[in-house]
């Protein structure tokens, strides 16, 4: 803060407290004969009035408009102190009450509980309206993952040939499939979220979010995950030498971000300041470079119109909207999109725009390539999940991640009756089952409602480890098992 700002903050309510400390003075001095001059006024037989209430509401009104924040908290110290305020207090004390008679009585408590009994139902309504749409996030990013990790490194040629049923998983025998990096993320930023959105502290809370996110993933990282993408692993290691924030993060534009953003969007869908401030937040953690933060931003704004209105987001209009967010400094990103919605548009395969975006050999984990092809398969098929997660898987590379994104996105706006019954039922993931994830979502449904944080449920560590190391075992069989025909 500097003086000038000291100066003008101070000016009107040191005024204020230099006029509440005469005035107090005054009715002290008018009431317990302090000075001298007020003892020869008595003896005089001469009457002075206090000046009632007055001083410690002006004294009051300058502490609440100070310039720190520990004034506005201690107010109310004035009208404590002006003595002139303390007949006000007692005849508040003292003032009659109407008795109320037994059956006026009744009526009240009858009217008190009518209306909880709405409040309840209101909130009992919002909260299955925010249950469909996270839970649909959390399980359409887990099938999405689930479904493409299989394909994942493969051109588009090499996957046709090699896994030409994209409908069912590959990963584990008997058409089952588990889920990698991308549903964890996903996880920890639910549980993240659960456990720091109090209300009250809404406008600050993005930094407790930070916070809460960056130990689960230093303890994710422990638990020896499979898949994780490099400047994500070095971004971590960073968050375990407890650099300061300003020196925390990689360089990079990874998918990371983009992947676990989407849940960021569907919870805060109704406050977009907040939503940013949570997005930037998320991703600076692993990821410094802003087209990171840039396409995160663009997952979880698509997330949030998805939630809100299922099928009936307007291609253009998206895109238009985000390229008002990115601003100039996310202009390469607001081309994209816009060429994104030209193909849409169009009526164009998502295929066919990798394609012309130079991803002939499959999708990169460049976030500027992860991304733009999500959101064509999201709104090429809106409202249909299934045609939107086989588009994205369909054009190679990065499946997981792309299927996880596309995923996250439509499921938001179809929920879990929209994911085809088949693929939840083939999800053999461990100990974050398909039940689990519907409880984590249903405990995001009551915080959102209530914007009052909890402890979220989790997983033991024990459990995860045994998991993680049969995983790795099973992406290496799967591994060896890529490397023979057909190709």
Known sequence: MTIGDLFFGWLLPGLGLAFFAAGAWGNADTLFGWSKAMRAARAEGRHVSMALIVPGVIGAISMWNGPFAWMRTFFWVPLVLDVGCIPYFVLGWLAPRAPLDAEARTQEAQRAEADA???????????????????GCLLGTAVGDALGLACEGLSPQRQARLFPDRERYHLLPFGRGMC????????????ALIETAGYANALRNAQAFRANLAWRMRWWFLGLPAGIGMATL?????????????????????????????????????????LRLHVEASARLTHSDPRAAQAALAVAVAASLSSQNAGRV??????????????????????????????????ERTLNLARALGLERGVTGYAFHT????????????????????????????????????????????????????????????????AWMRNLAQELAQVRVNYVGTSASSAPVS?????????ILLVLLHGLRRMLPPY
């Open 117 to 135: 009994a709405k409040q309840a139902a209101a909130r009992e309504a919002r909260s299955k309206v925010y249950f469909r749409a996270f839970a």
């Open 180 to 191: 990698s990096d991308d549903t964890e993320h996903s996880i920890m930023v639910a549980q």
């Open 234 to 274: 070095k971004g971590i290691i960073k968050l375990w030498l407890f650099l300061p924030q300003r020196w925390q993060g990689i360089y990079s534009a990874g998918n990371a971000p983009s992947m676990r953003s989407a849940l960021i969007g569907v919870f805060w869908a109704e406050d977009p300041e907040l």
């Open 314 to 347: 307007d291609a253009s209009d998206y895109a238009e909207r985000m390229r008002s967010l990115l601003g100039q400094e996310g202009a390469e990103l607001a081309h994209l999109i816009d060429r994104v919605a030209d193909s849409v548009r169009a009526a």
């Open 371 to 434: 991304v733009p092809v999500a959101l064509h398969a999201w709104l090429a098929h809106l409202g249909d999940f299934r045609q939107a997660l086989l588009a994205a898987i369909e054009c190679g590379g990065d499946t997981d991640t792309v299927a996880a994104i596309t995923g996250a996105i439509a499921g938001a706006g179809t929920g879990t009756e929209g994911i085809p019954r088949l693929w939840l039922a083939r999800l053999a993931e461990w100990p974050h089952s398909v």
């Open 463 to 471: 459990k995860v480890l045994l998991r993680n190391v049969f995983f």
